[in-house]
């Protein structure tokens, strides 16, 4: 790996670290099993990554994970994080946010402490 890129990683843990310490306790699942998600496993250290995300791929590995679906994800976490772009990170929240129980928190690791609501609330972040 590259100085640059030795550097950049250790920034995005750093900020994973800053935005999230609070969460270090809990059982995190990550959406993703794109260049995003693996920064987050790969990168960060003292969590609790429970589950890796996807639409499909379910039973293959990523980043030593197996791949689940959303159901069993909510079943193994206390909080989701999508690790994707901006804009698709959109668009899987407005897939998966009729399947997200009362309560449960989805965040985006770009903005901290940024939680989506789950159905029942009237507040929309996305927009």
């Given at each position: 790996?590259?100085?640059?890129?030795?550097?950049?990683?250790?920034?995005?843990?750093?900020?994973?670290?800053?935005?999230?310490?609070?969460?270090?306790?809990?059982?995190?699942?990550?959406?993703?099993?794109g260049k995003n998600a693996e920064r987050?496993?790969?990168?960060?250290?003292?969590?609790?990554?429970?589950?890796?995300?996807?639409?499909?791929?379910?039973?293959?590995?990523?980043?030593?994970?197996?791949?689940?679906?959303?159901?069993?994800?909510?079943?193994?976490?206390?909080?989701?994080?999508?690790?994707?772009?901006?804009?698709?990170?959109?668009?899987?929240?407005?897939?998966?946010?009729?399947?997200?129980?009362?309560?449960?928190?989805?965040?985006?690791?770009?903005?901290?402490?940024?939680?989506?609501?789950?159905?029942?609330?009237?507040?929309?972040?996305?927009?």
């Amino acid at each position: 790996m590259q100085q640059m890129d030795v550097w950049r990683m250790e920034q995005f843990s750093k900020g994973f670290d800053r935005n999230f310490h609070a969460y270090q306790n809990k059982r995190i699942a990550v959406y993703g099993i794109g260049k995003n998600a693996e920064r987050v496993l790969s990168y960060t250290v003292g969590f609790d990554f429970s589950a890796v995300v996807a639409k499909d791929h379910f039973g293959k590995l990523f980043c030593g994970k197996k791949i689940v679906p959303l159901n069993e994800a909510l079943k193994e976490s206390d909080l989701m994080v999508i690790a994707a772009t901006p804009q698709a990170t959109k668009e899987v929240f407005a897939r998966i946010r009729s399947h997200i129980p009362e309560g449960y928190h989805v965040m985006d690791p770009r903005i901290p402490l940024k939680f989506y609501p789950t159905p029942k609330s009237s507040a929309n972040p996305l927009k």
